[in-house]
Protein backbone atom coordinates (compact mmCIF):
# COMPACT_ATOMS: atom_id res chain seq x y z
CA UNK A 1 0.00 0.00 0.00
CA UNK A 2 2.54 2.51 1.08
CA UNK A 3 4.26 2.02 -2.65
CA UNK A 4 0.79 2.28 -4.15
CA UNK A 5 0.52 5.78 -1.97
CA UNK A 6 4.35 6.66 -3.27
CA UNK A 7 3.75 6.27 -6.80
CA UNK A 8 0.16 6.60 -7.35
CA UNK A 9 -0.27 9.77 -4.66
CA UNK A 10 -3.46 11.56 -6.92
CA UNK A 11 -5.01 7.96 -7.24
CA UNK A 12 -4.83 7.56 -3.24
CA UNK A 13 -5.97 10.64 -2.44
CA UNK A 14 -9.33 10.26 -4.68
CA UNK A 15 -9.67 7.33 -3.14
CA UNK A 16 -9.66 8.35 0.50
CA UNK A 17 -11.21 11.52 -0.22
CA UNK A 18 -14.84 11.76 1.41
CA UNK A 19 -14.81 7.76 1.85
CA UNK A 20 -16.21 6.55 4.65
CA UNK A 21 -14.33 3.14 5.95
CA UNK A 22 -17.79 1.60 6.75
CA UNK A 23 -20.02 2.20 3.24
CA UNK A 24 -20.84 -1.10 1.83
CA UNK A 25 -18.96 -0.75 -1.73
CA UNK A 26 -17.08 0.99 -4.47
CA UNK A 27 -15.38 2.90 -1.64
CA UNK A 28 -11.83 2.86 0.40
CA UNK A 29 -13.88 1.08 3.14
CA UNK A 30 -14.85 -1.84 0.80
CA UNK A 31 -11.73 -2.01 -0.38
CA UNK A 32 -9.85 -2.62 2.83
CA UNK A 33 -12.51 -5.14 3.68
CA UNK A 34 -11.61 -7.16 0.64
CA UNK A 35 -7.94 -7.02 1.52
CA UNK A 36 -9.08 -8.06 4.97
CA UNK A 37 -10.99 -10.92 4.05
CA UNK A 38 -7.57 -12.46 2.61
CA UNK A 39 -5.83 -11.78 4.95
CA UNK A 40 -8.29 -13.70 7.38
CA UNK A 41 -7.68 -16.30 5.26
CA UNK A 42 -4.00 -16.80 5.51
CA UNK A 43 -4.31 -15.79 9.22
CA UNK A 44 -6.98 -18.90 9.99
CA UNK A 45 -4.81 -20.88 8.33
CA UNK A 46 -1.63 -19.64 10.49
CA UNK A 47 -3.45 -19.89 13.78
CA UNK A 48 -4.93 -23.54 13.35
CA UNK A 49 -1.04 -24.54 12.42
CA UNK A 50 -0.38 -22.49 15.76
CA UNK A 51 -3.08 -24.02 18.18
CA UNK A 52 -4.63 -20.26 17.88
CA UNK A 53 -8.68 -19.97 18.02
CA UNK A 54 -9.54 -19.18 14.19
CA UNK A 55 -12.47 -17.72 14.59
CA UNK A 56 -10.70 -14.58 15.87
CA UNK A 57 -8.51 -14.53 12.50
CA UNK A 58 -11.02 -11.56 10.93
CA UNK A 59 -11.07 -9.59 14.12
CA UNK A 60 -6.69 -9.78 14.22
CA UNK A 61 -7.29 -9.00 9.60
CA UNK A 62 -9.55 -6.18 10.36
CA UNK A 63 -7.01 -4.77 13.13
CA UNK A 64 -3.74 -5.45 10.67
CA UNK A 65 -4.95 -3.70 7.71
CA UNK A 66 -6.16 -0.81 9.86
CA UNK A 67 -2.93 -0.26 11.00
CA UNK A 68 -1.63 -0.44 7.86
CA UNK A 69 -4.08 2.02 6.13
CA UNK A 70 -4.53 4.21 8.56
CA UNK A 71 -0.52 4.45 8.79
CA UNK A 72 -0.34 4.98 4.79
CA UNK A 73 -2.97 7.52 5.04
CA UNK A 74 -1.06 9.60 7.22
CA UNK A 75 1.88 8.80 5.61
CA UNK A 76 0.62 10.07 2.65
CA UNK A 77 0.61 14.00 4.01
CA UNK A 78 4.04 13.62 6.21
CA UNK A 79 6.45 11.71 3.52
CA UNK A 80 8.72 11.28 6.73
CA UNK A 81 10.37 8.92 7.30
CA UNK A 82 11.31 6.89 4.09
CA UNK A 83 9.00 4.78 2.80
CA UNK A 84 10.98 1.37 3.59
CA UNK A 85 11.44 2.80 7.26
CA UNK A 86 7.81 3.30 7.93
CA UNK A 87 7.34 -0.54 6.78
CA UNK A 88 10.01 -1.64 8.97
CA UNK A 89 8.30 -0.11 11.39
CA UNK A 90 4.73 -1.79 10.88
CA UNK A 91 6.14 -5.11 10.15
CA UNK A 92 7.84 -4.39 13.84
CA UNK A 93 4.65 -3.57 15.22
CA UNK A 94 2.45 -6.23 13.68
CA UNK A 95 5.41 -8.79 14.57
CA UNK A 96 7.14 -8.20 17.81
CA UNK A 97 3.90 -6.48 19.59
CA UNK A 98 4.32 -3.04 22.02
CA UNK A 99 6.18 -5.76 24.29
CA UNK A 100 9.06 -6.70 21.68
CA UNK A 101 9.32 -3.61 19.78
CA UNK A 102 12.70 -3.21 18.24
CA UNK A 103 14.71 0.29 18.87
CA UNK A 104 15.66 0.25 15.10
CA UNK A 105 13.78 -2.20 12.96
CA UNK A 106 14.50 -3.33 9.33
CA UNK A 107 12.71 -4.88 6.79
CA UNK A 108 14.61 -8.77 5.50
CA UNK A 109 12.41 -10.88 3.13
CA UNK A 110 12.25 -14.12 4.50
CA UNK A 111 10.79 -17.78 3.25
CA UNK A 112 8.27 -17.12 0.63
CA UNK A 113 9.14 -13.73 -0.24
CA UNK A 114 7.27 -12.23 3.08
CA UNK A 115 8.92 -9.00 4.94
CA UNK A 116 10.00 -9.76 8.19
CA UNK A 117 11.88 -7.93 10.84
Do not use: C
Request: proline letters at 5%; glycine letters at 10%.
Amino acid sequence: MLTYIEDETDGFRVLTRDSPVVAASGTFGSLLNDIASQVEYILAREFDQRGLQTQLAGMYAQMLVGMVALTGQWWLEVRKPERDEVAAHLVNLGWNGLRGLEPEPSLSIGPAGRAKP
